[in-house]
């Protein structure tokens, strides 16, 4: 996997984008506040596949896309009571094991959103598709990709205005791997061929 690629994409559409992105993870993260987290599944899926769409189409994202698919409403929100539960549960007995379950599902959940909200797969089969991904293509790529995206969201989730900035660079970073599922790696220009070493005497 092209991590280069990836991240300097990241980075050039963030940029380049730097402030629709910014009203639209600020909209994110308002709605999951005021909401306490009840909304905020669904719409991260609506934000994720404005982001995708902008990597795909070059469409410039909006603060209303992150309403687009509240499809998914009831299916995201039975899902997070589930895993809140096993995770409490986990935690209350042993912490340990609750960590690493949470780790365990949103690594191997990382691509259930996308593939959701792209491919109109239900919950479940996302869910597989997102297993399969990970732990049969390249499992290693797939570790560092969860890596880098919680690590470079963390960054900024400590300072709110750092997560402005954060949160867009790590979920371009994530749609861009995404969308090179199953495609071959992205050609670099070949380099021009040296110049031929003069002639004696000349």
Known sequence: ???????????????????????????????SFITL???????????????????REGREPKVQDIFLHMRLFFPLLLFGIVI??????????LFL????????????CIYMLPLMTDRNLGLMDAIKESFTIVTKEQPVDHVVVFILFVGISAI?????????????????????????????????????????????GQ
């Open 37 to 55: 987290g009840i909304l905020g599944p669904v719409a991260m899926a609506g934000y994720m596949h404005s982001i995708l769409l902008l990597i």
């Open 97 to 108: 094991p609750g960590v690493v379950f949470v780790l365990a599902v949103s690594f191997c």
């Open 156 to 200: 900024g989730s400590s300072v709110f205005i750092g997560s402005l900035f954060t949160q867009p660079l790590a979920t371009l970073f994530l749609m861009s791997v995404y969308n090179r599922l199953d495609k071959p790696a992205p050609q670099t220009p070949p380099k021009p061929p040296p110049s031929p070493a003069p002639l004696n």
């Open 1 to 31: 996997m092209d991590f280069k690629y990836h991240l300097e994409t990241a980075w050039k559409l963030t940029l380049q984008y730097i402030a629709p992105l910014i009203f639209m993870t600020l909209a994110l993260i308002v709605i």
């Open 84 to 93: 809140f539960i096993i995770t409490l549960i986990g935690i209350m007995f």
